[in-house]
């Protein structure tokens, strides 16, 4: 949660001092083929079917998540999230870069063998699933794993950046996508320990014998 705030003031600063162009410019134009193939592999970690992936490897290669507790909070700490950004979305209906950028094709950098809608921008689904999924990992991550919790961070902001370098959305959409995945998980996780009974092992707590740690 502390590099995420440090991302909420930060994000907060450069929203206020430069402008919606100058930041997608910035981070579109600065392209090489290289970050072109890895920028498209990274983004689908945030697509749902990526985030289903990695939750579900969870599941298969970490005893302590064989439990319907994590199954369960797994499920609500990501989709709720995913929902709220959807409704959102279709609320608002923002143009994405590549159709208001369209009378200017030379500002945008699109890869030609990969295509993304050109309606509902606002806020980023692909950013709100992966802040939400790494928010969920790194909750249930035993104390003194601060490395890992660390490694989510900057895992799900390499996948928003991916956002804006495939002229997928603008920084408000990431930014904002990044905020309620974040906030959705902690309020989702909170709602779960608190409904949480003993039938549920809270894969979260002190390491013992009964309750070995996730990783």
């Known amino acids: 949660m502390v590099p995420f705030v440090l991302w909420m003031l930060a ?15 910035t981070v579109n134009q600065g392209h090489t083929p290289f ?20 939750l579900f490897s969870m599941l298969l290669f970490f005893k302590s998540c064989r439990s319907w507790w994590y199954v369960l909070a797994a499920v609500v700490c990501t989709v709720a999230p995913a929902l709220l950004i959807q409704v959102i979305k ?13 009378q200017f094709p030379d500002m945008v950098h699109h890869l030609k063998f990969w295509d993304d809608p050109h309606y509902n921008s606002f806020p980023s689904g692909h950013s709100g699933s992966v802040f939400s999924m790494c ?3 790194s ?33 408000a959409d990431i930014f904002v996508g ?4 974040t906030m ?32």
């Open 11 to 25: 994000g907060t600063g450069i929203f206020i001092v430069y402008s919606r162009d100058a930041i997608f410019s």
């Open 35 to 54: 970050l072109d193939v890895f920028m498209w592999m990274v983004t689908y970690i945030g697509d749902g079917a990526g985030t289903a992936v990695v």
């Open 90 to 102: 279709n609320i608002v209906q923002a143009n994405r870069p590549l159709e208001v950028y369209k």
């Open 135 to 137: 928010a969920f990992l």
């Open 139 to 171: 909750m249930i991550l035993p104390k003194g794993r601060t490395q890992l919790g660390l490694g989510l961070f900057f895992l799900a902001l390499l996948v928003a950046y991916s956002r804006m370098y495939l002229a997928a959305h603008f920084f």
């Open 178 to 181: 990044s905020l309620l995945g």
């Open 184 to 215: 959705g998980a902690v309020c989702c996780m909170a709602l779960m320990r608190r409904l949480s009974n003993r039938s549920f092992r809270i894969v979260h707590a002190r390491p013992n014998r009964k309750n070995p740690p996730l990783i």
